[in-house]
Nanobody, 125 residues
């Protein structure tokens, strides 16, 4: 069993920055092959992929809409994944979710096994 808890959301002006954190609490071993992902969902929209990172190797993958602005990273000693968001735009407004996929890379929410409750990010002047 894995529990994921996000934090770091808030209100920021366009062009601003935020860093989201996701702490993973696992009852058993954390495997290097696991992939941690960030997704987001705006009102009226489907949940969409933002970024993902392989726990062991640290290799990453991003949605085109956030490439060059967002950076995903992990701190294995703290079982924590981060999403550093720069040059935020109003269209980045959404609830951001952290998720765990035990099988590998995927951009499909249905492939993720565990989810956090989300943290709200609002970009507005």
């Amino acid at each position: 069993q894995v529990q994921l808890v996000e934090s770091g959301g808030g209100l920021v002006q366009p062009g601003g920055s935020l860093r989201l954190s996701c702490v993973a609490s696992a009852s058993g071993r954390v495997f290097s092959s696991w992939v941690m992902g960030w997704f987001r969902q705006a009102p009226g929209n489907e949940r969409e992929f933002v970024a993902q990172i392989r726990w062991g190797a640290g290799t990453t993958n991003y949605a085109d809409s956030v490439k060059g602005r967002f950076t995903i990273s992990r701190e294995t000693a703290k079982n924590t994944v981060y999403l550093q968001m720069e040059n935020l735009k109003t269209e980045d407004t959404a609830v951001y979710y952290c998720a765990l996929n035990r099988r590998g890379y995927s951009v499909r929410p249905m492939d993720y096994d565990y989810w956090g409750r989300g943290t709200q990010v609002t970009v507005s002047s």
